[in-house]
T-cell receptor, first 115, second 108 residues
Framework: EAGVAQSPRYKIIEKRQSVAFWCNPISGHATLYWYQQILGQGPKLLIQFQNNGVVDDSQLPKDRFSAERLKGVDSTLKIQPAKLEDSAVYLC?????????????FGPGTRLTVT | RKEVEQDPGPFNVPEGATVAFNCTYSNSASQSFFWYRQDCRKEPKLLMSVYSSGNEDGRFTAQLNRASQYISLLIRDSKLSDSATYLCVVNRNYQLIWGAGTKLIIKP
């Protein structure tokens, strides 16, 4: 079974530029998550989708971050414009809540550096 | 105060020793609990769920104390390959709240 795919793996941009990340979850997983992980910290949930609907985006900085999952499968996360403090690893995860399990499967992440 | 708190470590432990981590959570409505492992520059992976009665998986034992609102992870006979960051995760109303993680370094 293929895992969660993310691209790009690395991105370096200047502040005020825009950037987009892509995620393809495990086939059949209805729930998709985007996390931001700053070095030395745990993952911070940015947005959670159930199919193509948003379940939780309370920690998404909506003035600069946006995300979509139009067909309920793959998803994109965009930052526009980027700030220095956005430097982090952006992790995408998916899960299938059958049987009450909440195991999340993570992709390899996109390491963003804003200069 | 953070909703899920962990000692950041690092814990420097000799190979073969037993090491224990605690994690405290502040919201008594939390419903389920997990330990994830994250290797350096890698993504987190589920290590084990934590059940009310406590559960064991090989050298790993997880315990839950709802009255005191903490969970623990015990690693026996530690291996070099156990070196990683261990993240405590709490499920509250279908939201997963993550701790910052405890870094473990096993030394030969």
């Amino acid at each position: 079974e293929a895992g969660v795919a993310q691209s790009p793996r690395y991105k370096i941009i200047e502040k005020r530029q825009s950037v987009a990340f892509w995620c393809n979850p495990i086939s059949g997983h209805a729930t998709l998550y985007w996390y931001q992980q700053i070095l030395g910290q745990g993952p911070k949930l940015l947005i959670q989708f159930q199919n193509n609907g948003v379940v939780d985006d309370s920690q998404l900085p909506k003035d600069r971050f946006s995300a979509e999952r139009l067909k309920g499968v793959d998803s994109t996360l965009k930052i526009q414009p980027a700030k220095l403090e956005d430097s982090a690893v952006y992790l995408c995860a998916s899960s299938n809540h059958e049987g009450g399990t909440y195991e999340q499967y993570f992709g390899p992440g996109t390491r963003l550096t804003v200069t | 105060r953070k909703e899920v708190e962990q000692d950041p470590g690092p814990f420097n432990v000799p190979e073969g020793a037993t090491v224990a981590f605690n994690c405290t959570y502040s919201n008594s409505a939390s419903q389920s609990f997990f330990w994830y492992r994250q290797d350096c520059r890698k993504e987190p992976k589920l290590l084990m769920s934590v059940y009310s009665s406590g559960n064991e998986d090989g050298r790993f034992t997880a315990q839950l104390n709802r009255a005191s609102q903490y969970i623990s992870l015990l690693i026996r006979d530690s291996k070099l390959s156990d070196s990683a960051t261990y993240l405590c995760v709490v499920n509250r109303n279908y939201q997963l709240i993550w701790g910052a993680g405890t870094k473990l370094i096993i030394k030969p």
